[in-house]
């Protein structure tokens, strides 16, 4: 479904129906226009792009009003996944891929440079810490994990078919996107007030 309305949104169409029935039979469309089984490794990872992305909504709901600077990141950050998942929707070698945005140092460099603000605030880390805390913060370590099985997922599909599409880009991207999220965890629960769970070894 998500790489059917890439390329209808592609093609003008301003009224998406959400039901057409081309998939009833165990087939969807890349975004390049190729049918292939709903199993095939790239609509896997187009629809672990999704369902990060869903996560990183989530994320954005339970994040207080009053941090509207990491509201507007958030949702950056949603706009960006769209690049990854168009990257992903499109076969090799199609002619298509020069026509998808992709993302680059500057979107990298943009995470790196929130990753320094939140270190500056925040106390070192001595050792490992639980996930969770205030709600947001474990939504940031959920939306952390997904992150990190696109990565690999992506990963793999780079070793298969080669890095067309602007894969590179976007595995730097999700890999800064993970410690970003994982910093990100810890920075909201500072700012609830939420005390960090150390990990005991017993």
């Given at each position: ?14 009224t ?16 390049s ?8 490794r ?19 709901s ?18 960006r ?7 992903l ?21 943009t ?9 500056r ?20 370590h ?14 793999a ?39 960090e769970?150390?990990?005991v070894?017993?």
């Amino acid at each position: 479904m998500v790489e059917e309305v890439f390329g209808r949104c592609r093609k003008g169409e301003r009224t998406i129906k959400i039901y057409t029935g081309t998939g009833d039979s165990g087939k969807t469309s890349l975004f390049s226009g190729e049918r292939v089984d709903k199993s095939h490794r790239r609509i896997e990872a187009c629809g672990q792009v999704d369902e990060l992305n869903a996560c990183m909504g989530m994320l954005v709901s339970s994040v207080a009003e009053e941090a509207g600077e990491i509201i507007r990141e958030l949702r950056d950050i949603q706009s960006r996944l769209f690049y990854v998942g168009a990257g992903l929707a499109a076969a090799p070698g199609s002619p298509l891929l020069s026509s998808i945005g992709k993302l680059g140092e500057k979107d990298i460099r943009t995470l790196e440079e929130s990753m320094d603000r939140m270190e500056r605030e925040l106390p070192s880390q001595s050792g490992f810490i639980l996930p969770g805390g205030h709600p947001s913060a474990a939504v940031a370590h959920l939306a952390r994990t997904v992150c990190r099985r696109v990565e690999r997922r992506v990963w793999a599909l780079i070793k298969e078919e080669g890095e067309e599409g602007g894969l590179r880009e976007a595995l730097i991207y999700l890999n800064r996107l993970s410690d970003y999220l994982f910093l990100l965890a810890r920075y909201l629960n500072r700012m609830m007030g939420v005390p960090e769970i150390p990990w005991v070894n017993r």
